[in-house]
């Protein structure tokens, strides 16, 4: 492909947002991030982990805190990694419980909140009827809460993610409007105003939309974009694939999604979530962030020849994880919006039917075209409570063989039952060596011991799958 003359590469304009010693946004560089999957009360462990992130390249690390110990003990944490020399920033996260958010914002240099839960109960599924007075009351309950955090924040210097998750809306939000991208960027929105009236006025806060379906999250970010222009917001965003998955096919369907939007100039850090160890992400994450406006001027030239509904693709790499990331971020976009729905990838240091074997997963991430079983699992984090990549890879070995089914598996109940709508089954942890097994939205299995898990799994699928044929 020859490069276009009347090509032009330009990312979306943000404005700039303090983190620590990093900010994000503005003029500086996308930066990488990835989360520990260590118990935050094991202090040592945590800094271990932190540190090897840093090293690896990550430029911002997460933590979760699920209670005000987890948060406390962020500062214990932070001492350790500032004590090692290490200024990268900490990020506490956030589900359920509001006061978490306000301890947490003492001792770290950004706070995630999850409008799903910050407020708004968790989600059951449940269709909740409001009068429009009974909606608005519910809106003033979020920002009697939140700006009390807010104060706190700004006084401790203190960022602010607000980080929606298509697996965890509301009940609220759902009810009024529907699964959808207009939902899922509403449920930011009515946090964002409140950011942005005059009384309030704090803009220390970047924005993440994340989904494990390309397509919503991709649709969803753009919609946000588009809202945040017409309000007159600048708000950075942070862009991520949730429950990718590990191996090949979570690095195939982080890029699809992450690659979508940066290749649109869309995105000021990124995170590819991958089931696997943290520090892994960021080399990851490094090379989509190096290919951007390469990939941009190959998407732009490609979508202009696209016949007979194919996308081809020309490339000369012979590192082949840079060629898969390549690829899948230069296909993302024109395949998730249905320009074309196959897809060739002609490369000479790689063999045909490898090649092949490429565009198939890639049509896979982008939901065009589904050839063998798709897995939605998270990277794990500190609540996960059960070994996560060892049981992903004894369900693939026991569940590769069901073509076209959509399994989850995940490490707690954050996005658990949520993700479930999206997969036909899921595998989810529930307490400590505890595990519950899902049909969709539907709980079938409660509280089972972890080594007998995997096998009624296997079972439930194959006792539904008989029904069915």
Known sequence: MNEASDFTFRRRRSHEVRVGDTPLGGVNPIRVQSMTNTVTMDTAACVAQVLRIAEAGGEYVRLTTQGVREAENMQQIRNGVRAAGCNVPLVA?????????????????????????????????????????????????????????????????????????????????????????????????????????????????????????????????????????????TFP????????????????????GIGALLTEGIGDTIRVSLSEAPEKEIPVAR????????????????????????????????????????????????????????????????????????SDSILQAARVKFTKTEYISCPGCGRTLYDLEGTIHRIKAATSHFKGLKIAIMGCIVNGPGEMADADYGYVGAARGKVSLYRRKECVERNIPEEEAVAKLLALIEHTEAQHS
């Open 237 to 256: 965003l942070h862009l991520g694939v949730t429950e990718a998955g590990e191996g090949e096919d979570g690095r195939i369907k982080s890029a699809v």
């Open 93 to 233: 996260d956030v589900h359920f419980n509001p006061r978490v958010a306000d301890v947490a914002a003492q001792f770290c240099e950004k706070v995630r909140i999850n409008p799903g839960n910050y407020v708004d109960a968790a989600r059951q599924f449940k269709h909740l009827e409001y009068s429009d007075a009974e909606y608005e009351a519910e809106l003033r309950k979020i920002e009697n809460r939140l700006i009390p955090f807010l104060n706190i924040c700004r006084e401790h210097h203190t960022a602010v993610r607000i980080g929606v998750n298509h697996g965890s809306l509301s009940d609220r939000i759902m009810s009024r409007y529907g699964d959808t991208p207009e939902g899922i960027v509403e449920s930011c929105m009515e946090f964002l105003r409140i950011c942005v009236r005059e009384d309030v006025n704090f803009r220390d806060v970047v924005i993440s939309i994340k989904a494990s379906n390309t397509v919503v999250m991709v649709q969803s970010v753009r919609l946000l974009v588009q809202k945040m222009e017409e309000a007159g917001m």
């Open 287 to 358: 090379k989509l962030t190096a290919a951007v406006e390469e990939c941009a001027r190959l998407r732009y030239e490609a979508e202009r020849q696209i016949t007979d509904d194919t996308l081809c693709l020309q490339f000369d790499e012979s590192d082949w994880e840079t060629l898969q990331l390549k690829a899948a971020m230069t296909a993302g976009a024109p395949l998730i919006d249905r320009k074309a729905t196959k897809l060739v990838i002609r490369c000479k240091n790689f063999a045909d039917d490898r090649l092949t074997e490429l």
